[in-house]
């Protein structure tokens, strides 16, 4: 498995850090934002493919911000991916 950080743009959380088995997606963990929600997504996201992660929260908005804490997630997942390829 491979260790992934990813500096977030438009999000109250800061930095997301991953590790990738293959396309396969595990141990995220967000720096910053609402820790309720930053607690969940790891959760639900664990074990799933950065396709999967990409098809089903890539473009959430949070608010009026033309992003999320989910869809940096999607992002970050893809950057590891093209990184480690």
């Known amino acids: 498995m491979k260790k992934f950080t990813y500096r977030t743009k438009g999000t109250c959380s800061s930095q997301i850090e991953l590790e990738l088995d293959g396309n396969v997606v595990h141990n995220v963990k967000f720096t910053g934002g609402c820790d309720g929600n930053l607690k969940a997504i790891p959760k639900l996201v664990e074990g799933m493919t950065v396709e999967e992660i ?3 929260i890539s473009g ?6 033309n992003t999320s804490c989910g869809d940096q997630l999607a ?3 893809r950057a590891a991916l093209e990184q480690n390829a």
């Open 54 to 56: 990409e098809s089903r």
């Open 60 to 65: 959430i908005h949070c608010g009026f911000k």
């Open 75 to 77: 992002k970050a997942c």
